[in-house]
């Protein structure tokens, strides 16, 4: 059986820091839940009638009287007996204890039903004199299975099973509350609704001593909380619909934005100086302001964007002859360079040992995209295609691609087919 596991009596007894042990004169224990604000030490114990079990607790029926050392009564308990030295009114079951409740209402492990995977519990509640009482008692059934509450006949299967263990155990219990929990924590200790599934009252017939229920009093929560999962997977999938479209919009725009540039590049193609400035950055120097070059001289790297002339390998990377001498990088970069002319995006910073053949420091490219040119200085970059794809650091895309990703985001809007080709 999955799930909650009963813990052991001793483990559950040695943290339950709220109970005060004595002994008596036979050196019998007691645990109490009633504060002995005098400690124990200045108390005395005597008992009558009890029983002493294997672990030294106290069993059964008996009485037990709690005298301070001056003679002071402190405590009394004459009517009921014990379980592992709790005192119990009603019936006492011979049960395991397996908790206590926020409450301190006492949890006895009733049953535990491996075929169905059920733990019945009986909780007996806890009054004002400190004692548990069997006639102020409830049975939780706890369990994962949720077919069990669905239909009337299982239902009453899996009440028979722990009514025929009250029978045998605390025949003297003659009504109850019925609780079915998925969940102990969230169902009993934090009375979370969601976490219940069936509730009813129950008594004995008089006569015939047989328990009864009617299901037309019951509460079934595994109905109104399966309602309610199913609203939360309704609205947990309008919202994943809901961001799926807010990111196709998102493509949608972005695509807009791009065949917005791709058709003004195509207009610009009649000026190639207007193309290569789109495409140059590069470190600037200013007599005020000092630059992006000073900035370099400090340490930082800047943006860069430069048709290059790669001569070949050199120490370091790959020698850039045009339009000054520089080494690339192409470890961040998904193409690799040759010899040859490229049109290169990244960032430069300045070598801080090395310097050029104009004595200035080396100049060190690291890229993070490269396009091989087909001409000579790129004179194939007028082509706004390319421009574009260089721009985007995306050498796959095109204007049909922009426009399915626009169809994509609004179906029903019609795209704009502009000058595309």
């Given at each position: 059986m999955g799930g909650w596991q009963p813990p052991l009596q001793r483990d559950v007894l040695a943290k339950a820091d709220f109970l005060t042990e004595v002994a008596d004169q036979n050196g019998c224990r007691f645990r109490l839940s009633v504060k002995l604000e005098d400690g124990v030490q200045n108390v005395r114990a005597?008992?009558?009638?009890?029983?002493?079990?294997?672990?030294?607790y106290a069993q059964g029926k008996g009485q037990l009287t709690i005298n301070r050392s001056d003679g002071v009564l402190l405590h009394s308990f004459t009517h009921g007996g014990f379980l592992a030295g709790l005192?119990?009114?009603?019936?006492?079951p011979n049960l395991p204890v397996v908790g206590f409740?926020?409450?301190?209402n006492l949890l006895l492990l009733l049953h535990s039903?491996?075929?169905?995977?059920?733990?019945y519990l009986l909780r007996l509640g806890r009054n004002y004199g400190g004692h548990w009482s069997s006639n102020s008692a409830s049975l939780i059934a706890l369990t994962e299975n949720r077919e069990l509450f669905r239909?009337?006949?299982?239902?009453?299967?899996?009440?028979?099973?722990?009514?025929?263990?009250i029978d045998q155990s605390a025949p003297g219990i003659d009504s109850l509350r019925f609780y079915a929990m998925r969940d102990l924590d969230n169902g009993l200790f934090?009375?979370?609704r969601d976490f219940w599934m069936y509730e009813v009252s129950m008594g004995r017939q008089y006569r015939s001593r047989v328990w009864d229920y009617n299901p037309q009093h019951a509460d079934n929560y595994l109905f109104a909380f399966e309602r309610k999962e199913a609203e939360q997977l309704r609205q947990a999938e309008l919202q994943r619909q809901r961001e799926e479209q807010r990111q196709r919009e998102l493509l949608g725009q972005q695509a807009e934005q791009q065949l917005q540039l791709y058709r003004q590049l195509r207009r610009e193609t009649r000026e190639p100086e207007e193309l290569y400035q789109r495409i140059s950055s590069d470190a600037s120097y200013s007599?005020?302001?000092?630059?992006?070059?000073?900035?370099?001289l400090k340490g930082d790297?800047?943006?860069?964007?430069?048709?290059?002339y790669i001569g070949g390998k050199t120490d370091g990377g790959w020698e850039i002859e045009y339009p000054y001498q520089a080494v690339l990088s192409t470890d961040d970069s998904e193409q690799d360079a040759d010899k040859g002319w490229f049109l290169v995006k990244g960032k430069a910073r300045l070598d801080d040992e090395r310097l050029d053949e104009q004595k200035l420091p080396l100049t060190l490219v690291t890229a993070s995209s490269l396009q091989a040119c087909e001409e000579s200085e790129c004179a194939d970059l007028r082509d706004p295609l390319k421009l574009l794809r260089h721009e985007l650091g995306d050498p796959n895309w095109t204007p049909e691609s922009a426009k399915e990703l626009i169809k994509q985001a609004w179906p029903d809007r019609a795209v704009d087919q502009g000058d595309d080709q």
């Open positions: 005597e008992s009558k009638g009890v029983a002493c079990g294997p672990d030294g005192e119990l009114t009603g019936d006492v409740d926020n409450n301190k039903e491996p075929a169905s995977k059920v733990h239909d009337v006949e299982s239902i009453r299967r899996t009440i028979d099973i722990a009514t025929n263990r934090k009375g979370d007599p005020l302001g000092g630059g992006s070059y000073a900035r370099m790297a800047v943006n860069y964007s430069q048709i290059v």
